[in-house]
């Protein structure tokens, strides 16, 4: 599981895969119950999606899809920090667990916020030389 005491990895393909794997294992420990059952899939399915969206951003054709992806991964690693909240909530046992992998979620949407916003000033500048 992703813990704070690892160092921080710059491959941000590897980065982004490690985290997911860590979502994956959290919501496998996650207690099932009538909240849980609803919460777990939302969880999983925005957390897993960064990494696979960072790796189709890597492979796009045009800047324009690469900023389209790189905005998805943005807002799917926002998305996981609002349900990892909830779900502590849900299983207040799971709490650090939870704020540990809300930190690195939080981290990511800084990575991807930066890297967003570098595209969209460039594409700025090209559009008034």
């Known amino acids: 599981m992703f813990n704070e005491k690892s160092p ?10 490690r985290f997911e ?17 609803r919460i777990i899939p939302q969880l999983v399915a925005a957390g897993t999606s960064i990494g696979a969206n960072y790796c189709e951003a890597d ?16 807002k799917e690693a926002r998305e996981t920090t609002y349900w ?9 046992e799971l709490k650090e667990r939870a704020g540990i992998l809300w930190q690195e979620a939080k981290e990511l949407h800084l990575i991807f916020n930066t890297i967003y916003r570098k595209v969209n000033a460039k594409n700025l500048e090209i559009r008034h030389s």
């Open 84 to 92: 990892l909240r909830i779900i502590s909530t849900a299983a207040p």
């Open 21 to 37: 794997e860590s979502i994956i294992i959290f919501s496998k420990i996650t207690p099932v119950n009538l909240v849980t059952q």
């Open 59 to 74: 492979d796009v054709e045009s800047g324009k899809d690469f900023k389209h992806k790189i905005g998805i991964c943005k």
């Open 8 to 17: 921080k990895k710059y491959d941000l393909e590897e980065r982004t895969a």
